[in-house]
């Protein structure tokens, strides 16, 4: 995980660090302190892949390179908050009125009517061009709401989630070190209550695969594309049970995170 200030540890650095993020509608936000944006991950008003930087970093970089520095594993975003909105499309200006001659105007003495034209070559043009931008429009339409419907399913059910699973992901493996076996939902009774008190419409089982692998388990609610899909992360016992797969489960692709889409 990158980090921007190698020498900066403990509560000094974390509150001397100015952070600053990038927000679609605002732009530049900051100077804040590492807990003003833990606070804000948290709200959900910024997320894992918002754009973030400190003095001392080569570049802006997604808030998950600086996840171990924030200590971002440690707390688990709201769920019942929404996520942050879209940037607004800039609103059309109307054109301004053309003036025009008053109708029944008498001509003045020495003044020749004006010859009436047909349609020049640009209006011409325009006409066609709007003609045909309709079926565009709708065909771009037919595209882009499906995509926003998915992007917004995305963001409501499986942003908390994927924050959520790294303190899972340390749980488990801290508890089959200490006891050699997977944990079930019994030895994870204090965690469950924690977590369903934050995430109202997912439920969490933690148990063992037939694989023998350790492994947890999101089944989601509250919308009815996603109502009763499962999402698993099971961990690869390699020795050292260093991996983790989160292909698993009936949850559909397209409201998984990149790296957790199999194939």
């Given at each position: 995980?990158?980090?921007?200030h190698?020498?900066?540890d403990?509560d000094?650095?974390?509150?001397?660090?100015d952070?600053?993020?990038?927000?679609?509608?605002?732009?530049?936000?900051g100077?804040?302190?590492?807990?003003?944006?833990?606070?804000?991950?948290?709200?959900?008003?910024?997320?894992?892949?918002?754009?973030?930087w400190h003095?001392?970093?080569?570049e802006?970089?997604?808030?998950?390179r600086f996840?171990?520095?924030?200590?971002?594993?440690?707390?688990?975003?709201?769920?019942?908050?929404?996520?942050?909105?879209?940037?607004?499309a800039?609103p059309?200006?109307?054109?301004?009125?053309?003036?025009?001659?008053?109708?029944?105007?008498?001509?003045?003495?020495?003044?020749?009517?004006?010859?009436?034209?047909g349609?020049?070559?640009?209006?011409?043009?325009?006409?066609?061009g709007?003609?045909?931008?309709?079926p565009?429009l709708?065909?771009?339409a037919a595209?882009?709401?499906?995509?926003?419907?998915?992007?917004?399913?995305?963001?409501q059910?499986t942003?908390?989630l994927?924050?959520?699973?790294?303190?899972?992901?340390r749980a488990v493996?801290?508890?089959?070190?200490a006891?050699?076996?997977?944990?079930?939902?019994?030895?994870?009774?204090?965690?469950?209550?924690?977590?369903s008190?934050?995430?109202?419409?997912?439920?969490?089982?933690f148990?063992?695969?037939?694989?023998g692998?350790?492994a947890?388990?999101?089944t989601?609610?509250g919308?009815?594309?996603i109502?009763?899909k499962?999402?698993?992360?099971e961990?690869h016992?390699?020795?050292?049970?260093?991996?983790?797969d989160?292909?698993?489960?009936d949850?559909p692709?397209r409201?998984?995170p990149?790296?957790?889409?199999?194939g």
């Amino acid at each position: 995980m990158a980090s921007g200030h190698a020498g900066r540890d403990g509560d000094t650095g974390d509150q001397m660090t100015d952070w600053y993020y990038h927000d679609p509608a605002q732009g530049r936000v900051g100077p804040l302190s590492a807990e003003q944006l833990r606070a804000r991950y948290v709200d959900r008003r910024i997320q894992r892949d918002t754009l973030a930087w400190h003095a001392g970093a080569r570049e802006w970089q997604p808030l998950d390179r600086f996840s171990e520095e924030l200590q971002l594993d440690t707390v688990i975003p709201d769920a019942s908050l929404p996520p942050p909105l879209p940037p607004a499309a800039s609103p059309v200006q109307p054109a301004p009125a053309t003036a025009r001659t008053p109708m029944g105007r008498p001509l003045q003495r020495g003044a020749m009517p004006t010859p009436k034209r047909g349609l020049s070559g640009c209006a011409i043009v325009a006409i066609v061009g709007a003609v045909l931008a309709v079926p565009v429009l709708a065909i771009l339409a037919a595209i882009a709401i499906p995509a926003y419907q998915d992007y917004t399913i995305r963001a409501q059910a499986t942003a908390g989630l994927i924050g959520a699973a790294p303190a899972m992901q340390r749980a488990v493996e801290e508890f089959r070190d200490a006891h050699d076996r997977c944990p079930g939902n019994d030895d994870f009774a204090p965690l469950l209550r924690q977590f369903s008190a934050i995430e109202k419409t997912t439920t969490l089982r933690f148990g063992a695969l037939a694989s023998g692998n350790c492994a947890f388990e999101f089944t989601l609610h509250g919308n009815s594309a996603i109502e009763g899909k499962t999402w698993v992360f099971e961990a690869h016992d390699d020795g050292d049970l260093g991996g983790w797969d989160c292909t698993g489960g009936d949850l559909p692709a397209r409201y998984r995170p990149q790296h957790c889409r199999a194939g």
